[in-house]
C-alpha cells in the first residue's frame, strides 16, 4: 500500500514524466538551483556516463563556457554553460508537454 500511495503522488507523475523527456537544442528550462537556461546540447560527455544536458545559463553563475576538460561542446560566455543530468531541469513553457504529448499535472496520464 505504501509503495503504491507514493508511486501515485503528482510528485511522482511529474518526476517520472521529465526524466523521460526528451530534450532539444533551444528548448528553454528551469534549473531549481541555477535557474532559467536554454539548452545547448544532449548527449554523452567524454568520461562520464549516462546522457547529460548541456545548458547556457541567463546568469553568469554557471560552472563553464561549454567545454569540459577542454572538448567543446557548445560555446557561450564563461559562467554561463552547465551541464546537468536530464532529471534536473523542468521545462519552462507548455510546449514541451505537448512535444511529449504529456502533461505531469493531469490526473488522466496517471498509471494507477
Known amino acids: 500500500f505504501f509503495f503504491r500511495l507514493l508511486v501515485c503522488t503528482p510528485y511522482s507523475r511529474w518526476a517520472a514524466a521529465v526524466s523521460a523527456m526528451k530534450w532539444q537544442v533551444a528548448d528553454r528550462v528551469l534549473h531549481r538551483t541555477f535557474g532559467q537556461a536554454t539548452v545547448a546540447y544532449v548527449g554523452g560527455i567524454d568520461g562520464k556516463d549516462g546522457e547529460w ?48 504529448g504529456a502533461d505531469p499535472s493531469d490526473s488522466s496520464n496517471s498509471s494507477s
Open 53 to 100: 544536458i548541456g545548458l547556457i545559463l541567463d546568469t553568469p553563475n554557471g560552472k563553464n563556457d561549454g567545454s569540459v576538460d577542454g572538448r567543446v561542446y557548445f560555446r557561450c560566455q564563461p559562467h554561463h554553460g552547465l551541464f546537468v543530468r536530464p532529471d534536473k531541469i523542468s521545462p519552462m513553457h507548455s510546449s514541451h508537454w505537448e512535444r511529449e
